[in-house]
């Protein structure tokens, strides 16, 4: 059991992120990045939000470094955590001791001042995070969304979207009037049951293909996968039924994916993955060495580090 520390009480039956993962057999190409994943507190250095919907255990940026350095990857991205709220302080903090190696994405209020956003542009937050999934976030009204998008474009950042895919309808309207790049978490929760060609899907690639702004992040397998296997004990041949969606999303759109592994993996019910068995899910939806420098390389280098290509 992982601890929580501060005056925090871990949510009952909560699922701790994976001690000992293997080292993973596909091997990143160099300059790898892990385009998504989390800091939770510590607690007691940085405590959970009061509004927070969970209460995870810790989750730290050293122990998140020593997880990058042990998969391989040379860089990471680190998006802000629902359990803070909009006190970015814990992300923060991690891009301040990455010795360059991070980049965040953070939530913000309307209230935020030039001077924060600057200050986290200096620490190297690159864009905002707008979360639709409502069990995870109470609702901002989407006016105040939008102001929110209009000031970070000064800074050059982009906006990352969160929603399910029954969703994607309702939010259209407002997500294609984004000022921004616009990058969507694990692909907009498709429901993998429903077929790769079905209605569902489709408008989310209909999505992609009428927007070049809209960028996807062909994660989290573990959280949309139905019939696994799950990754663990050494599957290589994990979320099988995700891999259809993935797959066609980065053949589609090769230049605008991204890939993370969304440690420590946030409210998870069912099981809690092998990070490095994750990571041997990649060459199954990018399976050529090209496709892969995109996903894992070039790609995220323009959007968070565009002065290093």
């Known amino acids: 059991m992982k601890p929580t520390s501060g005056d925090f009480t871990k949510t009952p039956a909560w699922l701790d992120w994976f001690d000992g993962p293997a080292k993973p057999r596909f091997v ?7 385009a998504h994943c989390h800091v939770f507190g510590p607690g007691a250095e940085f405590p959970y939000a009061p509004e927070r919907k969970y209460t995870p255990c ?8 020593a997880l990058r350095d ?35 994405v953070a939530t913000v209020k309307r209230e935020v001042t030039d001077q924060a956003l600057q200050d986290m542009h200096d620490a190297g937050v690159r ?34 979207i969160y929603f399910e895919a029954v969703d994607l309808p309702e939010l259209w309207d407002f997500f294609t009037a984004l ?18 060609d079905g209605t569902e899907f489709s408008l989310f690639m209909k999505f992609m293909h009428e927007h070049e702004n809209v ?18 004990q050494g599957e290589q041949n994990a979320y099988a039924d995700v891999i259809p969606f993935a797959k066609r999303i980065v053949q589609a759109f090769p230049d605008r994916v991204l890939w ?31 496709l892969q420098k995109k996903l894992l390389v070039d790609n995220p280098m323009r959007l968070y580090w565009p002065e290093e290509t």
């Not at 990143?28 to 892990?34: N, Y």
């Open 28 to 34: 990143l190409p160099a300059g790898a990045v892990d």
């Open 58 to 65: 810790d989750a730290s940026k050293q122990q998140l470094f």
């Open 70 to 104: 042990h998969l391989g990857f040379d860089k990471n991205v680190i998006v802000q955590a629902t359990c803070h709220g909009a006190d970015n302080s814990a992300m923060v903090d991690a891009l301040l001791h990455s010795e360059g190696r991070s980049r965040g």
């Open 127 to 160: 864009g905002v995070r707008f979360n639709f999934v409502k069990r995870l976030v109470d609702f901002t009204p989407k006016d105040e969304l939008m102001e929110i998008a209009q000031r970070i474009k000064a800074w050059g950042w982009h906006v990352v």
């Open 179 to 196: 000022p921004t790049t616009v990058v969507v978490d694990h692909m907009g929760r498709p429901n993998v049951q429903q077929p790769v």
């Open 215 to 232: 960028w996807s992040k062909v994660s989290c397998p573990e959280r949309l996968s139905v019939t696994g296997p799950k990754a663990l």
């Open 260 to 290: 993370g592994t969304d440690w420590p993996h946030p409210n998870l019910k069912d099981h809690m993955p092998d990070d490095g068995l994750l990571v041997d899910f990649i060459p199954h939806i990018a399976p050529t060495a090209e």
